[in-house]
């Protein structure tokens, strides 16, 4: 067997990265994935210590961190990052209390469905941002507001991707079901709901994502803590610095956040990804 030339191996890494729908090893994404922020911070760096964007519009990376360093040890960030960590997960916690069960009765009878669909879908639309006006007139400026605007941006989306997921589930497994003497309500327990569980995981990690854009919406107006408070009063002091640095950090928890929800889900669901 002739041996394959040495320009010609080193480049099927590359040739194989570019071929529609060839996988990827977890080494090589790891390693894209890490290059293309090498080369965004480096681009960052150059357009900024370089002189082809004043520092009012658009700190440099030496500056953001040190103004990172400032709001972590003397302005009390840690602080703002746990109230906007709270934010989140009460809202969303709270979406998917009332989301998950209405999405498992519209995908299991269609008679709920034909009932909820459309009012659920009209809701889904509609901007959670939109409300802002309304829940600061019912709940004030305090918690509240801000939980409910998270929980008004997840709920309505968590319900019809339950309900597209459960209602998606094989009929031969259904029919086999009631073959074997099971009842309406053993079809929804031992059949419909562990069936859609992976994608109801699948849904709730995603959703989650979407959250974190809710809440910093929410910290926008009448806040006085959190992460998105932090940004507004940096804009007012012309701190891109620390902007930059919330923005990234919202990123962080988020990309940590969805990390853990896949991890979970692959041990909790490891047989939906056995061929």
């Known amino acids: 067997m002739r041996p394959v030339p040495q320009h010609l191996s080193a480049a099927a890494p590359l040739r194989r990265a570019l071929t529609p729908l060839a996988p990827v090893s977890a ?9 293309f922020f090498v080369v965004f911070v480096a681009l960052w760096t150059w357009f900024t210590l370089g002189g082809w964007v004043s ?15 400032l709001l972590l040890t003397e302005y009390g960030f840690v602080k703002d990052i746990g109230m906007t960590v709270w934010r989140v997960l009460a809202g969303f916690v709270l979406a998917a209390a009332v989301a998950l069960p209405l999405g498992i009765a519209m995908g299991a009878y269609k008679g709920i469905e034909a009932f909820f669909e459309p009012f659920v879908s009209f809701c889904r639309y509609l901007p959670a941002s939109a409300f802002i006006p309304l ?15 998270i929980f008004i941006g997840s709920v309505f989306q968590i319900t019809l991707m339950v309900a597209v997921t459960v209602g998606s589930a094989r009929r031969d497994l259904v029919e086999a079901a009631y073959t074997l003497g099971a009842g309406h309500r053993g079809i929804v327990t031992r059949v419909l709901i562990p069936g859609a569980a992976p994608g109801i995981a699948e849904t709730l990690r995603l959703v989650l994502g979407w959250a974190w854009t809710y809440v ?60």
């Not at 107006?221 to 940096?234: A, E, L, P, R, V």
Request: hydrophobic content about 55%; glycine content about 10%.
């Open 27 to 35: 080494r090589s994404r790891w390693l894209l994935g890490l290059a």
């Open 55 to 69: 520092p009012t519009f658009l700190a440099s990376p030496p500056t953001m961190l040190r103004q990172a360093w």
């Open 135 to 149: 829940l600061i007139l019912w709940a004030g400026i305090g918690e509240a507001q801000k939980i409910l605007v």
């Open 216 to 275: 910093i919406v929410a910290e926008l107006i009448g806040s006085s803590s959190g992460i998105g408070h932090m940004i507004t009063d940096s804009q007012a002091l012309l701190n891109t610095g620390q902007i930059i640095f919330g923005i990234i950090t919202i990123g962080l928890i988020g990309l940590l956040s969805d990390l853990a929800f896949k991890a979970l889900n692959q041990r909790l669901f490891a047989w939906s990804l056995l061929p």
